[in-house]
């Protein structure tokens, strides 16, 4: 009995200490955003630079490993065209990145884990606009899907015990657009504009533990 009574007075110090190391802190930063697509059209969408805000709450699991959820906002999507003509597409998205670290050192860190996207708006650099016969563009925006889902693989390193910098690649694993049919100049028939798109995202950002 004991025994026991030692046992579950060292795991509640445990436990309590772990907690005590508890961090809340915030981080902002920019990304290179694109597309994957796959479908009628293959190939890489162009990379576009974008940028990205998060708060995060970072939990000690033990001298190792920590877990780190996140709230991030982050404008996703593509750009295309030449200079002084670039077309942007805007997925403004808030994610809930859950990742699991490792200290390889006492300062450098390799995370691993799930993120999971909501869609809060879609537009380009002209604004989001349907008309009564909207365009190929505008058909494009409205075919985002709310939802996004991906992985994110990592790697941060600590200026300090306050800040640190962070760089994570992005790697959709969810097809964020639907099937939609478009009328081109000249084609007698709708034609059906069918890819499978897919978030990839590189993002460098600075974080601030608060306390």
Sequence with gaps: M????????????????????V?????????????????????????????LGAIFVSVPLSDKFSLQ???LYINKGIQSGIPGFIQRNN????????????????????????EFGYLLSAGDNSGFVI??????DDQLLASYRDLDIALNLGV???LSDRWSVNVRYN????????DFTFSFGGQDEPVLYSNSTYNRSVQLSVSCRIF
């Excluded at 008309?131 to 190929?136: D, E, G, L, R, V």
């Design 2 to 21: 004991k025994n026991l009574t030692f046992i579950f007075l060292l795991n509640l110090l445990v436990s309590s200490s772990l907690f005590a190391q």
């Design 23 to 51: 961090s809340i802190g915030i981080k902002a930063g920019g990304a290179l955003s694109g597309h994957t697509i796959e479908g009628v059209t293959q190939g890489e969408g162009e990379y576009k630079p974008t940028y």
């Design 69 to 71: 959820p996140e709230v």
């Design 91 to 114: 997925l403004h998205y808030v994610n809930i990145p859950i990742m699991l670290q490792y200290y390889v050192l006492d300062k450098l860190v390799v995370e691993l884990g799930p």
């Design 131 to 136: 008309t009564n016969t909207p365009s190929f």
């Design 156 to 158: 941060g390193y600590a």
């Design 171 to 178: 790697f959709g694993l969810y097809d964020i657009s639907d």
